[in-house]
């Protein structure tokens, strides 16, 4: 079967406003299932999360952080065939590592919330890329006036880089602009997105499958006027991976400098998103790179006071979406 990326799909009918991709079919086709047994339900599909990096801003390696990890944003989401990975900050280096260790063709979608270093650190160091046999559909929104495509080619550039992504990149890339609000489809998930509250932009996801769905939110900093529409967003989210990185006193400023302005949340902002939305499960996320272990579990204890289901988020740590 083709690897090559279908052509973008129009709404059916003008009650559908927002616009719709569709990805490269799969490489790995399974069999088709056979009929369900009359009365009972047909399975559904396979649906995962797995954590490469949970830290925020700076790469905290450590003994410090290694029960949590120290690896800037990139978390895989399975459904189905279909492998989606959202960010490509540091963690994406063991990401790829483990997919070339399965010594097969690999072939997935890109989803990127914004383009600030700790959330594309690990492109250059992403190894599947650099292989023919592969093949990566990027999405992203266009900042500055610069489309996706050029945003990531001038992240590898002189006198940056020693090497441009198109000297060294050997997999099959395609890219996608997205904008806030559209909507893209890839195999049986639904992805969806909206802008966050943090310098620059940053779209946050929603992801779809047979009644189920996890949102990733990274990067946004509570206000007023966004967090009704995250609210919506939102609602009634089976995971809801959220950006906790300060307490409420640290953004304060009554402990060390106000954080006010920096784009991140609180964990009080965080179990509030969740209590609004109706989230069933709270994920802490993006870690403050100067939060040790001991330090990451005294805040769980405190969220979890609020949210008993609460979870910070693990390098490694996979979560099944039932």
């Known amino acids: 079967m083709s690897s090559s990326p279908r ?48 830290r925020g801003s700076i790469p905290s390696p450590g003994p410090h952080t290694r029960r949590y990890g120290g690896n800037t944003p990139c978390v895989e989401m399975g459904v189905g065939d279909e492998l989606l990975i959202f960010d490509l900050g540091t963690g994406a280096r063991p990401l790829g590592e483990h997919l070339v260790a399965q010594a097969k063709a690999v072939q997935a979608s890109i989803f990127l919330s914004h383009y600030h270093y700790d959330h594309l650190q690990g492109l250059p160091f992403f190894t599947p890329i650099f292989m023919p046999q592969n093949a990566f559909t990027f999405y992203g929104s266009p900042r500055n006036g610069q489309c996706l495509k050029e945003i990531l080619s001038g992240q590898m550039t002189q006198p940056y880089f020693p090497v441009t992504a198109e000297g060294v990149f050997r997999a099959q890339l395609d890219y996608h602009d997205v904008h806030a609000g559209e909507r893209v489809t890839v195999g049986s998930a639904s992805i969806s997105t909206l802008e966050l509250n943090h310098p620059g932009g940053n779209l946050g996801y929603r992801v779809e499958c047979d009644g189920r769905s996890v949102v990733y939110a990274t990067d946004i900093e509570q206000s ?89 988020a693990r390098e490694h740590m996979t979560l099944h979406v039932k």
């Open 224 to 312: 007023e006027e966004g967090d009704a529409r995250f609210f919506a967003f939102a609602k009634g989210a089976d995971l809801l991976i959220y950006d906790s990185m300060y307490t409420e006193d640290e953004y304060c400023g009554r402990h060390g400098p106000a954080r006010t302005g920096w784009g991140h949340s609180t964990w009080q902002a965080a179990v509030r998103a969740a209590n609004e939305s109706q989230a069933k499960t709270l994920v802490l996320f993006h870690h403050d790179p100067a939060r040790d272990d001991a330090g990451m579990t005294r805040l769980l204890r405190q969220v979890r006071k609020h949210r008993p289901e609460a979870i910070a």
């Open 7 to 54: 052509k973008t799909r129009k709404p059916k009918s003008a009650d559908k406003p927002l616009r719709q991709f569709r990805a490269r079919e799969s490489l790995r086709r399974s069999q088709t299932a056979a009929p369900a047994a009359k009365g009972t339900k047909p399975a559904k599909t396979p649906f995962h999360v797995r954590f490469w990096g949970v």
